[in-house]
Every structure is written in C-alpha cells, then in structure tokens.
C-alpha cells in the first residue's frame, strides 16, 4: 500500500474532482426553468403587440425610465415595483396593465437567470484543479498516508485474502484475486479517518484556493435568487411551485472527501500495474526478497517457510532497505 501511494502521488497532477453533482443538477434546472419562464412571457407578449403594440412600447419605455436601477435589483425589487408602475405611468386598462407587469417580470426573470448562469460558468475549472493543487503539501499528505496504513485501523484481520483472493491462496486464485484488493480493504477499513486526518493536513490549502470563493459565490447567488423568488411566487400563476429550500454545503468537507477519492482511484490503479510484474517493485519495497513472491502465487500460501519469515527484510549484500 505504501508502494501504491508513493506511485500514486506521483500522478496527482492526473485527479480532477467534479462540482457537487447534486447541488449542481439544482442550480442548473433552476437556471433554465427561469429561463423558460422569461421566454414564455415574452411570446405571450409578442403574439398581444398587434392588439396592444402603441400602448405597450409606450408604457413600457416610461416604466423602464421609472425604474431604473431596479432592473438590475433582482426579481423581487421589480415585482414590488409592478403595480405602482403599470397604474401609475401606464393607462388603466386591464390588459395594457397585465402586459407591462408581464414585461418587467419577464426582465426580472432573464436578469436572475442571467446572474445564474454567471456563476455556473466560473465552477468547472476551479473543481478541476484543486485536487492537484491542494496536494501539494507533499511530505505532510505521504506522512498522513504512511501514519494511517500503520495504524490500527488498516490492520487486515485476513492479509492473504487481500493478496491472494480465496483458499488456497495458490496461484490459480491469485491470478483470479482482484486487481486492486488490497487498496480496496485499506479504503473500506480507513476511509472515515482519512477524511478526518486529510481534512487537517489540506484544509488551509482549500481555504485558500478559488474554488471556495467561486462555490460561496454560486451558492449566494443562488440563494439570494431562492429567496427572491419566494417572495413573488404566490403572485404569479407561471411561479406557482417555484418555492425551493436553499442550498448548505461545507465545500471544504466536500473536496476532501472527493479528493480522497480520487486518490484511492489513483492508488487502485498502481496496485494493479504492481500486480503484473512485482518483481519490478520488490528492490523499492520493505521486503525485496519476498515481495514479488507473495504477489505471484508462487510458491503457494501453505509453502511458506519460517526461512522465508526470518529473512522477509534481508537486503542482498546487507544493505538495508531505504523504502
């Protein structure tokens, strides 16, 4: 497993972890929901301009000058504007009145949406790198690994399993054992305190990095949109059932257990190159003589020797192994 991660580091450049699947699929339906909403509005206002076309492009020039800033102030500023402008600055007529109303809400909408999709767009680049980047604290992360296959946790009550499958644990079951066991074990046996430990060797790296501020700022956004929303919902029959909660999520907790993940996948597949040839592996090992043995299925399980236990670290020539 050591062999695994000290490989598997290398190749972190090669983890890219994804924007929360989840939240995302949320902010996204959202988005274009609003933005069917606008659309719709818009061509119901379109087929009426024969009918309405001089008092509509009037009203609504005079209610876009009274409003001004507002526009721009979410959606629920330019409802509470609505009623005040269409009988205000427009004629009292009820469909003149219920087209200008239906024109700000359709702008109101497309600004939300618009807002949205801004912050959607700035998400997926951030998630991509910051597996990479926050794993640069080489020593402290090899260090929080090493610690973790060396404690308790990551003892595995039935090793040859994990190397070689089923009994016997001859060749024939090893050639069938999976690719990756072994990772596979350590992952289910440590994987909440990685998450634990991880957490404290990485989280100021991710405090730091963009991908916080991007996702607080998607998520603000998004939030803010909820709950203007809200507001107005009730009053418009093309809103009803918009009403949604807003979003929580500790993105720190969350990119630490994507990154772990990663790095399992990372981990799983060096276990598998070790696994075709680990004579190529056994002189980086803690165990050259005996490594590639115990990964070959040769000799088998019950052939082990007390000779092979006494000499599992002897190094040829005496020099000591530096793995």
């Not at 069917?36 to 309405?52: G, N, R, T, V, Y």
């Amino acid at each position: 497993m050591k062999r695994c991660l000290i490989s598997a580091y290398a190749q972190k450049d090669n983890m890219k972890v994804k924007a929360p699947t989840q939240e995302m699929v949320t902010i996204r339906k959202m988005a274009d929901t609003i933005h069917k909403w606008s659309d719709q509005i818009k061509d119901k206002l379109e087929a009426s301009q024969d009918k309405l076309a001089d008092k509509l492009d009037e009203g609504a020039d005079k209610v876009k000058e009274k409003v001004g800033g507002y526009l721009g102030g979410g959606a629920a500023a330019v409802a509470g504007f609505m009623a005040d402008a269409a009988s205000t600055v427009v004629d009292k007529t009820t469909d003149v009145a219920a087209s200008v109303t239906g024109f700000m809400l359709e702008k109101g909408l497309l600004g939300v949406a618009s807002g949205l999709d801004a912050a959607i767009a700035a998400i997926d680049t951030p998630f991509e790198t910051v597996g990479k980047d926050i794993f640069k604290k080489k020593n402290e992360i090899i260090k929080c690994y090493c610690d973790i296959i060396d404690g308790e946790k990551c003892k595995i009550a039935e090793p040859q399993n994990a190397v070689r499958g089923a009994d016997p644990w001859g060749e024939a079951e090893y050639k069938a054992c999976q690719a990756d066991l072994c990772v596979r074990t350590m992952q289910k046996q440590c994987t909440e305190t990685m998450q634990v430990e991880m957490h404290k060797v990485v989280q100021e790296e991710i405090n730091k990095h963009v991908v916080t501020s991007v996702w607080d700022t998607l998520i603000k956004t998004y939030n803010s949109c909820i709950l203007e929303l809200n507001k107005i919902a009730d009053q418009y029959e093309i809103l009803k059932g918009l009403e949604r909660d807003p979003i929580k999520l500790d993105i720190g907790t969350y990119v630490v257990n994507q990154v772990i993940i990663e790095f399992y996948i990372l981990m799983m597949q060096q276990e598998m190159e070790i696994r075709k040839e680990p004579t190529k592996f056994s002189q980086k090992t803690e165990m050259p003589e005996l490594f590639h043995l115990l990964f070959s299925g040769t000799p088998g399980y019950k052939e082990f020797t007390i000779s092979h236990y006494a000499n599992m670290k002897r190094r040829l020539g005496g020099v000591p192994s530096d793995a």
